[in-house]
């Protein structure tokens, strides 16, 4: 079981994947609806892993990438986007995203990303 920090401004989509998580047997320790609450929930609950949107308001995926990694440089970072930008998602990569999940999801492959990212 990995504590884990949802990042999302769609109401939608945190519920879908806040599902995933629940079945794949995770604690989601709390949801964030804007890049910066993102940032200050990370410290507060002190996740094992973040699962960050790249689209969001007051503070972007990449952003809030750099400010979770400045706070704690062994941060575990799953980027979750829709977009296919690839100069975008390895700038967060290149920032410490470990790696990335797409919209919409598939289930099993948030889960195996979840155990390949925590296994590193």
Same mark, same amino acid.
């Given at each position: 079981?990995?504590?884990?920090?949802?990042?999302?401004?769609?109401?939608?989509?945190?519920?879908?994947?806040?599902?995933?998580?629940?079945?794949?047997?995770?604690?989601?320790?709390?949801?964030?609806?804007?890049?910066?609450?993102? *940032?200050?929930?990370?410290?507060?609950?002190?996740?094992?892993?973040?699962?960050?949107?790249?689209?969001?308001?007051?503070?972007?995926?990449?952003? *809030?990438?750099?400010?979770?990694?400045?706070?704690?440089?062994?941060?575990?970072?799953?980027?979750?986007?829709?977009?296919?930008?690839?100069?975008?998602?390895?700038?967060?990569?290149?920032?410490?995203?470990?790696?990335?999940?797409?919209?919409?999801?598939?289930?099993?492959?948030?889960?195996?990303?979840?155990?390949?990212?925590?296994?590193?």
């Amino acid at each position: 079981m990995v504590d884990i920090l949802i990042a999302d401004d769609s109401d939608a989509i945190r519920l879908v994947l806040k599902e995933i998580l629940i079945i794949g047997e995770h604690n989601v320790v709390a949801e964030a609806t804007d890049g910066a609450e993102a *940032v200050d929930f990370y410290q507060k609950h002190k996740p094992q892993l973040l699962m960050t949107d790249f689209s969001m308001p007051n503070k972007d995926g990449l952003q *809030v990438v750099k400010e979770v990694i400045a706070i704690d440089p062994n941060a575990k970072i799953i980027l979750i986007t829709a977009s296919d930008d690839k100069k975008i998602i390895q700038e967060c990569i290149d920032n410490g995203a470990a790696t990335m999940v797409t919209k919409p999801f598939d289930f099993k492959v948030v889960l195996k990303t979840i155990t390949e990212v925590m296994e590193n």
